[in-house]
């Protein structure tokens, strides 16, 4: 690719696409922001739970293991402690 992408998601989007994947013709990308406030991220993270998206991508910020390990939880108590592949776990 030549030049410069203009924001991270475009970046994200020419990823997907030097991989195959082109939003809206063969792939849904849900876009979600706390703008920068993280009281907002564990009601986004309850509705892509809610939404059973199958992959969450997390940005680069100071919060994002949180996002992530609140992601584990919600999706652990949906599915009734599942680890998503058949297997059940407790942690």
């Known amino acids: 690719m030549v030049g410069r992408i203009a924001s991270p998601e475009e970046a994200f989007r020419q ?6 994947y082109i ?3 063969n ?4 876009w979600r922001s706390a703008k920068g406030n993280a009281d907002r991220l564990p009601d986004l993270a309850t ?3 809610r939404l059973k998206v199958d992959v969450i ?4 910020m100071i919060h994002s293991l949180f996002v992530a390990l609140l992601l584990a939880k919600l999706i652990k108590q949906r599915d009734g402690g599942s680890d998503g592949m058949g297997n ?3 942690t």
Do not use: F, S, T, Y
């Not at 792939?27 to 849900?30: A, H």
């Not at 991508?57 to 680069?60: D, E, H, I, N, R």
């Open 47 to 49: 509705e892509l739970v």
């Open 23 to 25: 939003e809206g013709q």
């Open 27 to 30: 792939i849904v990308v849900e």
């Open 57 to 60: 991508v997390v940005g680069l």
């Open 15 to 20: 990823g997907l696409h030097d991989l195959g």
């Open 88 to 90: 059940r776990r407790v």
